[in-house]
């Protein structure tokens, strides 16, 4: 989860898991997360100054994503994923970005996965990639996928983990 809180005042939050378990030797197919991030985003100083940022992941073999959304900060007009050059996602609320939940058997990707996020600056400063909600950008998509033994991570066009 993660939240923005502008004051000094604790927040009282709430938060659902939804999980379900399996006993002890019951078989199931391993999932993990596939989560790519944007380094380079730089939104020029200036009202209404507008970028962009986007990478390009290569997806293993065989993967078949359940889920996929993406995350942004405040700046964010337009947020998209592709399978190459075919649209998967479309979104235009970065508070709330659409969320896809694949029904099984679920979604291959049969190029790499490009992920573009489109910006326009509400500052007098540049924007550049950050933690801040407030203060910087992000540029992610974030997915879940099976089989896996392990999370995927993809830096702007790299991924640095399968």
């Known amino acids: ?13 709430h938060v659902t898991v939804n999980a379900t378990t ?24 200036g009202v209404g100054a507008a970028a962009s940022a986007e990478g390009r992941c290569d ?26 050059d075919a649209s998967v996602l479309d979104s235009t609320d970065w508070e709330h970005p659409d969320i896809i939940a694949w029904d099984a058997p679920g979604y291959r990707f049969t190029g790499q996965l490009v992920y573009r996020c489109d910006y326009e600056n509400d500052r007098d400063d540049a924007v550049h990639s950050g933690p801040s909600a407030e203060t910087d950008e992000m540029c992610m998509a ?15 066009d790299r991924v640095i983990a399968f």
């Open 142 to 156: 974030i997915g879940y996928f099976y089989p896996a033994d392990k999370p995927v991570f993809c830096i702007n």
């Open 59 to 84: 997806v293993p073999a065989g993967a078949t994503f359940f889920a996929l959304s993406t995350h942004a900060h405040k700046r964010s007009v337009r947020t998209t994923v592709h399978d190459g």
């Open 22 to 45: 399996f006993a002890p030797g019951e078989s199931y197919v391993p999932a993990a997360a596939f989560v790519t991030y944007n380094t380079k985003i730089s939104i020029p100083g």
């Open 1 to 13: 989860m993660h939240y923005l809180n502008p004051t000094e005042e604790d927040l009282e939050v």
